[in-house]
């Protein structure tokens, strides 16, 4: 069992810059993909960016260039920058998947990112 823990959410202006952090505690948590999803109101979630226990990454293309995701040995992070109104969503850590990108199945709580003047 893992356990995620999301935090660094907030508004910003366009054009701002937020950084999430997801701490995973629990059984082996640093053996398994994590990554971040959002979810914006009426839309599916969808993939944001997803690291391998390797250091493998993958973004999504609309934050491809404004977004990083990183990791450490039990928490993973997500740096955004050039932020953009359409960016403004609820980010979900996930935690779980071991086939490459795989998501998994631990999510956290989410957290409010939102992006407006």
């Known amino acids: 069992q893992v356990q995620l823990v999301e935090s660094g959410g907030g508004l910003v202006q ?23 999803y959002r979810q914006a109101p009426g839309k599916q979630r969808e993939l944001v960016a997803v690291i391998t226990k390797f ?22 992070f997500l ?9 403004t969503a609820i980010y979900y850590c996930n935690a779980g998947g071991r ?7 631990y999510w956290g709580q989410g957290t409010q990112v939102t992006v407006s003047s």
């Open 79 to 87: 740096q955004m920058n050039i932020l953009e109104p359409e960016d």
């Open 99 to 105: 086939l490459l990108f795989e998501e998994g199945r």
């Open 55 to 76: 250091g493998t990454t993958k973004y999504a293309d609309s934050v491809k260039g404004r977004f990083t995701i990183s990791r450490d040995i039990a928490t993973v």
């Open 14 to 36: 366009p054009g701002g810059s937020l950084r999430l952090s997801c701490l995973a505690s629990g059984s082996a948590s640093n053996a398994y993909n994590m990554g971040w």
